[in-house]
Each structure stands twice: as C-alpha cells, then as structure tokens.
C-alpha cells in the first residue's frame, strides 16, 4: 500500500478508502468499502451489530491489515505513514486498556507518556482538561476498576483528547453510557466539530447518529450500502400520501390505477395507528381505521414523484369523500429498513 497504490489524495476527504476488505478465514467482515469522510464533517458510521464498523476503524488506525484495498487518513497512506498521521488522530476503539489500580487521572498521565509528541511540562493541565472536557473531574482520583463502564468510556475518550487532533475516531462512544451520559457525549462530539476537528463516530443506533451527524455512511454484512450527507439520505426517501376517507376501498383503487398501491383486495388493515413510532414502515399498505368512520388509506409517492395534487384530483374525479390528505416524507428510519432490510434500534 505505498503512497503510488493508494486512492488519488483528495485534499477535502479526512478518511478516504477504496476497494477496502478484510476477511477472517473464510469471513468477508468487510468488503469493497470505499470511504469518503469529508474534512470538518461528524460521520456517522452506522450499521447493525457485526456489520464490519469495528473492523473497518481498525484498519483505518492501522490496527489490523487490511486484506485488499487502500486506505488514507489526513492525506496519508495507511499503515505506510502511519507515524506521521495517527499522532494527528485520537481514537477510542473499543475501550482502551487501563490500569485497573491507578485512578482514571494517573492512568492519563502513563498513556501521555507514551507519547513521545505530548509535551510533559502540559501533561498535568492537559489530563486534567481532558478529564473535565468528559465529565470525569470529579472521578480523577479514583481507581479505574471502580469506574463504571460509562466512566470507563469516558475515560477513553479523554485518552484520545489529550492532544489537539484533526481526526477523532470513536467506536461507539456512547457504549455503556445512560441517558444522560450519551447526551454528554453527543454534546461533546459537536463541541469538538465546532472546533473543527472531524469525527468519525460509529454507532448502531440511528437517533444517535441523526443527532449529531452530518454525514452518514450505513454498513450491512460488510457492504458500504450508501453514504452522504444527513440531508441527502433524507431527500433520497420517498414521500408518502395519507388519505383520510369513509371510502377507502374506493379510494385504494384509485391508487392502484395510479400505480401507487397494488389493488387494495386482500390487503390487511393494520390493526395500529399507523403514526404509532412502532408501525411497520409498510409500503403501500392501506392503513388502520381513523375517527368519524373514516379510515387513512397511505400509499408511497413513489422515486419518480408523483405530484401530491395529481392523486387529489384523481379521487375527487372518482367521488372519492377526501376529508384529510397530508403529505410526509419517509422518516430516515423507513430508508433504513428499505436500504438494509432490517430495522435499527431507535432507542436511545
Ligand atoms: N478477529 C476476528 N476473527 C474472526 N472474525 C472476526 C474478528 N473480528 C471481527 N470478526 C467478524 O467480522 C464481522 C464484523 O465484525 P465487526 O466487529 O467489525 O462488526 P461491528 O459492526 O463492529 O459490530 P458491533 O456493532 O457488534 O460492534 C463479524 O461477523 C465478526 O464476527
Ligand atoms: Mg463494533
């Protein structure tokens, strides 16, 4: 992987692979990736558990071989000039190893050690602001096997904020936080990209990375399976049509003949509301029964985009009682599941 083999450098990309791969054995873990992590953006890794985050952020940090492909971080080609780009990246991939009988603080101190760049005349100020920047002043002094696994976290991510880095990769960060704890990291993650450092952070849950992204690159079983700006992802959705009525079979109808449901014969009611946060995002399905003895019948709008008022005219044309009609665009998660077939947790 020398500097002539790797991807041409694009000064506006942090992270930037192509054709990478990696396999264990017989096991593709990660295949044909091509990264692109714009400078100055929060990119949001995400992908299901056993997707090929970890194993891809490991490759990027040098960690583990990659088996094809080619790879640069801040301009350089991994691992070749590893010792000129990792002194320029923090990185918390999967809870750095601490010395159970040291405190949180002297354990800093020992890793900033280890750094030959890291100044010692600083070390003391710069432990303990990175101590304070994570929300662990308070724990300084105790001993790390008495810290949570959250605060084991956190203490993982002031280890990579000892310096001032251009690149932050966090493996989960929020892994083993509560609540409050991942709002505290989300918040430090933005504070960090205002600054200006650029953050590579994976997570497996999608409210966490549409929080505080604004790239996002979505994993499945090793595959990069799209990657963008938040707002791209979130253009690329189709758009769904809600038809509130006392008509619905005749109104299905009229969608079917419009090539947006299949013919509503046969096709079940949902039984829950469809805005309840757990329906299934169910394409085309005709939907649960509404007030007044109305029921909303949905249907996809489709990629192409058929126009909001042309389906209107269409059911009034067709006597068709219209007493609610709304437009939505599919929730980011709903592109999810059409993208990887699976669903991702929600929850915080
Ligand atoms: N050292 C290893 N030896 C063999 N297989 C491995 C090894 N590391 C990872 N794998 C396999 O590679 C695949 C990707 O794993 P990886 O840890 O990269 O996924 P991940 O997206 O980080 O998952 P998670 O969300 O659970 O952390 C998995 O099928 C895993 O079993
Ligand atoms: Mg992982």
Redesign the pocket.
Known sequence: MSDGTGPRPDAGLAVQTEGLGKT?GR?R?VADLDLAVPQGSVYGFL??????????IRMLLGLTSATSGTIRVLGGAMPDQARDVLPRVGALVEGPAFYPFLSGRANLVRLDSGDRRAPASTRRARVDAALDRVGLGHAADKKAHAYSLGMKQRLGIANALLMPRDLLVLD?PSNGLDPQGTREVRALIRSLADDGTTVLV?S?LLAEVEQMCSHIGV?SA?RLLTQGTLDDLRALGTHRVRVLTPDPDLARGVLARLGLVPDGSGSPALPASPDAPDAPAAPAAPAATGSAGAVRVEADLGVEGLAPETVVAALVAADVRVRGFEVAGASLEDRFVDLTGEGFDVAG
């Open positions: 264990f096991q873990a992908g299901p558990n056993g997707s090929g985050k970890t194993t891809t989960e994976s497996h994993m090793g």
